[in-house]
C-alpha cells in the first residue's frame, strides 16, 4: 500500500477577482506529491502553477476542493496556525526571491530558524553552512542588492532548506543560474527528496533540469494534464 502523500490535493479550484474580471486559475486540479521524490511541475505561463504552490504553503485559499499537506488541511484555518505550520514544516523558494532587503545573506536565511526559538548566533552559524552548499559560503555578510540575481536565488534556496522542512516547494529556482550552478542546485534539491521522510514540488520552465525529476506532472488550464515518471526515478 501507498504511504499518505505529502501532500493530497482534490478538486482544487480557484478563481482570482469575480464578474466581468473574473480569472479562473485552477479547475477541479488533482495532485499527489510524494515524500522521498522530487516532482517536476511544468506547464505554460499562467496555466495555475504558483497559484498551486500559494494555496499547498497556506498562503492563498481556494475557493472549492481540498488540499491536505503532510495529513492537515490548512483552509479555514487562522493565519496564525498557517503561519506555524509555513514556519515548521514547508520551505518556500519564491519565484521574486521575496528576501528582505535590510537584512544580510546569512541574516535572510537565519531567519527561518529563528521563527522557530534557535538562538540568533547559532541561527547564522547554521545558515552559514547552507549558504557554503549552494556556493555562497564568502557571501555571507553581503545585502541582497549588493549580489546578482543568481546569488540571490540561492539566497532563497537556502532559506527554504536551513530548517530542513519535510516539504519544499520551489517556484523556477534555477531560472536566474547559468548552467552548472543549476545542475548543482538541483542535485542539491534531489539529495533533499532522497529522503524518505521529504518531499519537494519544483516548479520550472528549464528543460534542463528535467533528468533530475523522480516525477513529471504537467498542467494546463488550471488542472492536471498528465504525471509520468521522470527519468530520476530508479537512478541513486
Ligand atoms: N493576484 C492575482 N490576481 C488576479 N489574477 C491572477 C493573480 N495571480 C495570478 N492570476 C492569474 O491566474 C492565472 C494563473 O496564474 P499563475 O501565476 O498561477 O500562473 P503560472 O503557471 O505560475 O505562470 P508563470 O509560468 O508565468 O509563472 C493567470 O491567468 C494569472 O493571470
Ligand atoms: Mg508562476
Do not use: W
Not at 25 to 36: C, E, F, I, N, T
Amino acid at each position: 500500500m501507498q504511504p499518505t502523500p505529502a501532500v493530497r490535493c482534490r478538486g482544487l479550484a480557484k478563481t482570482y477577482g469575480r464578474g466581468d474580471t473574473a480569472t479562473p486559475a485552477l479547475r477541479a486540479l488533482d495532485l499527489d506529491v510524494r515524500a522521498g521524490e522530487l516532482t517536476l511541475l511544468v506547464g505554460p505561463s499562467g496555466c495555475g502553477k504558483s497559484t498551486l504552490l500559494s494555496i499547498i504553503a497556506g498562503l492563498l485559499t481556494p475557493d472549492g476542493g481540498s488540499c491536505e499537506v503532510l495529513g492537515q488541511s490548512l483552509s479555514g484555518r487562522p493565519e496564525v496556525e498557517r503561519a506555524a505550520f509555513r514556519r515548521d514544516h514547508v520551505g518556500f523558494v519564491f519565484q521574486g526571491f521575496n528576501l528582505l532587503p535590510s537584512l544580510t545573506a546569512a541574516q535572510n536565511v537565519a531567519v527561518a530558524l529563528m521563527l522557530q526559538g534557535v538562538h540568533e548566533r547559532v541561527a547564522v552559524a547554521r545558515a552559514r553552512v547552507v549558504l557554503g552548499q549552494v556556493g555562497l559560503a564568502d557571501r555571507g555578510d553581503a545585502y541582497p542588492m549588493t549580489l546578482s540575481g543568481g546569488q540571490q536565488q540561492r539566497v532563497a534556496i537556502a532559506r527554504a532548506l536551513v530548517h530542513s522542512p519535510a516539504l519544499v516547494v520551489c517556484d523556477e529556482p534555477t531560472s536566474a543560474l547559468d548552467h552548472a550552478t543549476g545542475q548543482s542546485v538541483m542535485r542539491q534539491l534531489r539529495e533533499v527528496a532522497r529522503d524518505a521522510s521529504r518531499a519537494l514540488l519544483v516548479v520550472t520552465h528549464d528543460p534542463r533540469i528535467h533528468d533530475y525529476a523522480d516525477r513529471i506532472v504537467e498542467m494546463d488550464d488550471g488542472h492536471v494534464i498528465d504525471d509520468r515518471a521522470g527519468p530520476a526515478r530508479d537512478s541513486t
